[in-house]
Structures are given as C-alpha cells and as structure tokens.
C-alpha cells in the first residue's frame, strides 16, 4: 500500500457454512484481561483529536496534489499539505458523512507527543465477543499491542466518554502467506483480526455495540454499504458511508467498488449488506483492502477493492476464535481459478429461461439441463467437481419447448434415471420419462390442455418432501398464491392435492422453486426466492411448512433463475446453482437449511 491509502486502513452461526463449519461456540478464547483505567487517562480529547496519521511511506506526488501509490490507511506525511482532491469521473457517487454505526471504529496507538491514528475495523460476532476484523495490511503494519480501538468514534470526547468506551488491543491475527501492501495473489488475503479487552469498566466490545456476521462474499455483484474513517480531508474526524454495488476485479478474486471520498483511514471498512440498526447486527461479506492497501497504484479516492471471503478468511477467523497463531501448509498462496465452469457467454445465459438437475448422461453425476427463451433445449453434463462439459443440444431453437412455463426433473417413474415434469402455457402438464443425451423417454399426459387448476401453477418443484425413497413429491405454488404438495407423481397421475397454503397467502410473493436436500436430512428443503430478493429455506412435516432465511432482502438476488443438484463430490443435492438477470451464473455447494453454500463462480460477464 502507499501512504495516503494505508489507513483505508465475523452469527451465532457463520453464513460460512458454505466453508463446510460453524465457528461460533467451541473454540477456546483467552480470558479477560484485568481492567486499565490507565489506557483512559492516557487518551484525553486532545490527544484523540491531535493524533497524527500514520506514515507509511509517501511517494511522489500525483496529479492535483494527491499521494500517488499510497495505500488506504496512509495519510500525508507531518507537516504536509493536505490533500486535494482528485475529481473523481462524472457519475461517480460521493460517500456521506456522518455518526457511524456502533460496532464500526477506528485505531489510536501511543506515541509521540499525541499519539497516532490509522485505519478502520468492525466488530463481528465471536464466541468470546471481543474480536474485530480490519485489513491485513493495517493488522501486520500499524496496530499492535500499543493500540486500543475506539468503535463510533467521536472527536472532541475522551476516552471514558466515547460512546461505549475504548478496548485495547491484545493480539493480532493475519495469515502468514500475505505480505503487507502486496500487488501479487495475496493481495486476495488482505484481512485480519483483531483480538481486544474489555474496556475500563470491564464490558466486552460485542456486548456493547453488536456485531456483524461473517458471510462469504455471495457473487461479483451485490449491493453494500462502506462505513470508514478518513483521515484525510476529513477535518471532523467522522464516518463516511457509500451504498452501491460491486464488480469484479479481473486478475484478482477480489471485488471492487467506486465511491468518491475514501482517503487514508479507511482500509479495513466493513463490505456490509442486510444491516439492521435495531437489532445492531448484518452480513460482513468484504472488508476495503486488497490489490494495493485497498485501491490502485494511482491512489484514487473512489476505486476501493476488497477481498473476496472464502475458506481463506474463515480458516483465519477460526484461528483467532481459538487463540493459536495462524500456520498455513503447502507453501504460497495458490488462488481458486477463476476461469468459467460453464460454457458459453453470459449474454447467452442471460436467455436461459428454465434450469432442470438430473443424472441423464448414466455417469451418476448431476447435470444441467437448459431450456431456452427460443425453444432451444440444451444439456450440459455435470463433472461432479462443480463444473459442466460442452453443450448437447437436445431440441433445436423455434421447437415447441418455447411453451414450456414450468419445469422441474426427479424420478417419477422408479427407475433411477432422471424424469422431466413440464407444465406448458395451455395448462398441458406432461412427464417425459428417463431423459437421456438422445432425446427425452417416452410422454405420459398428467393432466390435460385447458386443465383447471393446473392452467394456473405458476411454479413447481420435485423432491422428497413426503418420502424419503425417491424425488416423487411435487410442490405448486399457484398464481392465487396458494401452495400445494402432491406426493407420490408417477406416470399413472398425479394423485391427490394436500394444501400447504391457502389462496392470497405470502406465497404469492415466490418468485422462484427448487428443491434441496441438505447433509443430514433424510428429505428436501424447499428452498424459495421471494419478489423482495430473499431467500429462504423451508422444512415440510405433514402439511406445516417450517422456514429460515437464508439471504435478507437484495436486489441482486433478482431476477434470477436457481436449481438445486449434486454438481460436486458430496454426494447429496445440496449445491445451488444460479443464474443472474445478467448472466452471471453461481454455485453455492453444501447448501443447508440455515445458510447458504460457498460460493464458486461458474460464469463472470
């Protein structure tokens, strides 16, 4: 990183299922160290709002008076001139200013006549309550044991009367293989944590403030929230906040996003989505570091990255949970490829109308069968390691698979081979049974063209929701918004109609079906994405529905198209597969009924 961006510089159960672990409640945490007024005597108001930010090594000079190649948590050096502003290009949003959110702060460290200040952390919820997440770059560069951390700082207040008081730092945790203000591949592990004691009155920091959930990065793009503390430019020394969405970073698995006003300070700021200020708590899925300290060589104020979180951080977040210095085998750091595991162009898939999972190919291994908005219907086969092979087209463009409105596979017949249930627009519904590469099984008519109700399901799914022999049992959630499960389907009908929910229920707001089966169940989830962009999962017993969220209202989560398969090794249905309104498509594996998968991208536009 370079100076002025050095400074830019995880719930109770992790959304990090998608890592295959929970990391709250087992792991062993250092006591509570004895209580230090000390630290509060020392940080008078003056001190706080004299401290000077830290110097990590200016370079020459860039256009318009602004450090060129310095990190986000530098700042100017003593005596220096302020910065000025670079214009950032017309269109580009502006963060805000203001108090912050409570679990959001900053660092200060003892030093010189006032002391220094640099970077931003936030706390996340931990076993021991008392870990914060900032950069990696800030944890092995500025904060140490000097430190303390002072969560929705106010200028011109002490330390006793900060708003939830002060915490000083008692170890630092970053990954061994990163290298402070690397360029290279670990610049994708530019994060860390922060273990801190309790404040002067002996309360631990996620007591006080909250704290947010550590969650894997869900896709390229979704919408977050940056909350930071500038140091330069920011004479008041307060939050910035900006909510916008994020991209890829091509040549890194990290994200980016474009806001004006994130100078030296802000590295470590928390990538936030679904926060909720009642309840004081939200979704960490980034944090402002990467590439370079947490932006580009050129050292602009409104292009901020940000890693993405995978295993890398969660492994880390479990070692400082556990209190044992972080040891990585195997050398370097060797990145997950980016490289598409889906054939073809996201503006194709853009055009993909319907998903369907099933084994057609006989390899024992899910694969994905596609129907498209011109009738096209294509197979891709599954290499059980999250991947998919070239393309067989099975139905060319212009047949009558453009009438097809809903479409679901499971094994209907008995056999053991994958069987297509499709609802057309006439209000037709047909099994083809055994699918193979050649073609589609033979048509078995389930209910006839004009048919009432079935004119009116709008969308369905097969799973074991009723048995746990084969995928049989068929939800319908029709456009009155009634809900309905029909177990059993088989080429001889449908058989007989249980109620789930009745006309103008909630229901009415699903926009999308498919069924899972997480690890340890022996029945389907019905996993359902609503109008608002939420996703939920829901446990059928009898005919109660019992259902968790597992992503909170956002706009990325819409429109989109979601099937759920064994594309990986673990043997059961519980990878989630999705296609964005863009294109982008997405692999959540070991998806469970109380979080969401990791994700892999099969397609980046």
Same mark, same amino acid.
Request: charged content about 25%.
């Given at each position: 990183m370079s100076s002025s961006r050095w400074s830019r510089t995880l719930a109770v159960a992790l959304c990090m299922a998608a890592c295959g672990t929970t990391a709250v409640a087992t792991a062993a945490t250092a006591a509570p160290a004895p209580r230090d007024t000390s630290v509060e005597n020392y940080w008078t108001a003056e001190r706080l709002a004299a401290a000077k930010p830290v110097e990590a090594g200016r370079k020459a000079a860039g256009s318009a008076g602004r450090t060129a190649g310095a990190p986000r948590s530098s700042a100017p050096a003593l005596g220096a001139p302020a910065l000025t502003a670079a214009a950032a290009p017309s269109g580009t949003p502006q963060g805000k200013y203001g108090d912050g959110i409570p679990m959001v702060g900053t660092f200060f460290a003892a030093g010189g006549p006032s002391g220094n200040t640099y970077c931003t952390a936030s706390v996340v919820q931990s076993a021991g309550r008392n870990l914060v997440l900032t950069a990696g770059h800030c944890a092995k560069g500025g904060v140490s044991t000097k430190s303390i951390f002072i969560p929705q700082y106010r200028k011109g207040k002490d330390a006793a009367h900060q708003p939830f008081g002060v915490f000083p730092v008692q170890r630092v945790f970053t990954d061994p293989r990163y290298s402070s203000n690397s360029t290279g591949a670990d610049s994708d592990l530019d994060f860390g944590f922060i273990r801190v004691g309790p404040n002067a009155k002996g309360a631990r920091v996620q007591d006080l403030t909250g704290s947010l959930r550590l969650t894997p990065t869900p896709r390229w793009t979704s919408t977050v929230t940056v909350t930071g503390y500038p140091v330069s430019n920011n004479p008041d020394q307060r939050a910035i906040s900006c909510t916008v969405p994020t991209k890829r970073l091509a040549g890194y698995r990290q994200v980016e996003m474009r806001c004006g006003g994130y100078y030296g300070g802000v590295s470590g700021s928390p990538w936030i989505a679904n926060y909720d200020a009642k309840s004081r708590t939200g979704d960490v899925i980034g944090n402002l570091g990467g590439y370079y300290g947490g932006g580009n060589k050129a050292g602009d104020h409104w292009v901020n990255y940000s890693p993405v979180y995978d295993r890398q951080i969660q492994a880390l977040y479990q070692d400082a949970v556990a209190d044992r210095t972080p040891a990585r085998d195997g050398g370097a750091y060797r990145p997950q490829s980016t490289a598409n595991r889906l054939p073809g162009a996201a503006s194709t898939w853009r055009h993909a109308k319907h998903l369907a999972s099933g084994d057609y190919t006989g390899d024992g291994r899910d694969d994905l069968l596609t129907l498209w908005s011109d009738g096209e219907v294509s197979l891709y086969p599954g290499d059980g390691k999250g991947g998919f092979g070239s393309e067989k087209t099975l139905a060319k463009a212009g047949s009558f698979w453009s009438r097809a409105e809903a479409v679901t596979a499971g094994d209907f017949t008995g056999s053991n081979r994958s069987d297509l249930v499709v609802r057309w627009n006439n209000g037709k519904v047909s099994l083809f049974a055994d699918g193979d590469p050649a073609g589609f099984g033979k048509e078995y008519t389930l209910a006839p063209a004009g048919s009432t109700p079935w004119k009116y399901a709008t969308q369905i799914t097969a799973g074991k929701f009723n048995s746990t022999d084969k995928a049989s049992d068929l939800v319908v959630r029709w456009a009155d918004g009634g809900l309905s499960l029909y177990p059993g389907v088989s080429s001889s009908g449908l *058989?007989?109609?249980?109620? #789930?929910? /009745?006309? *103008?229920?909630?229901?009415? +707001?699903?926009? @999308? #079906?498919?069924? @899972? =089966?997480? @690890? *340890? =169940? /022996?029945?389907? +989830? #019905?996993?359902?994405?609503?109008? /608002? *962009?939420? #996703?939920?999962?829901?446990a059928l017993s009898g005919s109660a529905l019992s259902g968790t969220r597992l992503q909170a209202p956002n706009a990325s989560w819409q429109p989109a198209v979601m099937v759920a398969g064994d594309f990986t090794t673990g043997g059961r249905r519980d990878d989630l597969v999705v296609r964005w309104s863009d294109g982008e498509s997405s692999l959540y594996d070991n998806t469970t009924g109380s979080a969401l998968g990791t994700w892999t991208p099969l397609l980046t536009p």
């Open positions: *058989g007989a109609e249980r109620r #789930l929910a /009745d006309k *103008g229920s909630f229901w009415r +707001n699903s926009i @999308a #079906l498919a069924s @899972a =089966q997480p @690890a *340890g =169940q /022996d029945r389907s +989830n #019905l996993m359902v994405r609503w109008a /608002d *962009g939420s #996703l939920g999962s829901f």
